[in-house]
């Protein structure tokens, strides 16, 4: 059986966003900068690249402590071993995913501007539920607005709550006071000059909202 990397307390949320040149050294500098999480994001058709490339990317995580999450492709999670998979609202595919990779599997499900689904993903086992888009996002241009009540609402369900979309270092605080646990970004990280100080500028965030 695996041994999972456990789901942290919170914090940045690094998401690699599809290929992208220069990808492993990105990775180990959003983890140096202090990402507590990091998913795997790339629906190329080249297997055999997205193989290497996780299983490569997987050792950073391990050396940082951070779990490594797979993007939608439970075949993937399973193959590297992975600690978890992030999915498409679906009960049924959380049930695959946590009959698949085992109980200590991190599974989180992306539930939009959904409270109904945040409830029925965590009564179907989900770790983590994520919202968004919190704002305009250059990844995902047409996603609906969520309500940042949503945050507050779910905080009932037991679960980790994600914000996701649009989010930089300069809007995310008012999320983290909402009640989200992590707050996840893609382009405002790993397009940053700077990837290390982006995820520092995040993490600190964190630090300053603790009581």
Do not use: K, W
């Amino acid at each position: 059986m695996n041994t999972h990397a456990p789901l942290a307390d919170g914090g940045l949320y690094a998401i690699t966003g599809g290929p992208h040149a220069g990808l492993l050294d990105a990775v180990a500098q959003a983890l140096a900068g202090g990402a507590r999480m990091l998913q795997y994001l790339d629906e190329d058709a080249d297997q055999t690249r997205r193989y290497a490339e996780a299983t490569a990317i997987l050792r950073l995580c391990r050396s940082h402590g951070v779990p490594l999450i797979i993007h939608e492709d439970l075949a993937l999670a399973q193959a590297i071993g992975a600690d978890g998979v992030h999915l498409a609202h679906s009960v049924e595919r959380i049930l695959a995913a946590r009959a698949r990779l085992g109980a200590t599997a991190i599974v989180g499900v992306a539930c939009r501007d959904s409270l109904e689904n945040a409830r029925a993903a965590a009564r179907a086992g989900a770790n983590y539920v994520s919202f968004g888009a919190m704002f305009p996002s250059p990844t995902r241009p047409l996603a609906a607005i969520a309500p940042i009540g949503l945050l507050r609402q779910s905080a009932a369900f037991g679960v980790a709550r994600v914000a996701i979309g649009g989010i930089t270092p300069d809007n995310a605080s008012p999320l983290i006071e909402a009640g989200a646990d992590y707050v996840a970004s893609i382009s405002s990280l790993f397009e940053a000059p700077d990837v290390r100080h982006a995820a520092q500028r995040f993490a600190q965030l964190f630090v300053q909202a603790s009581p």
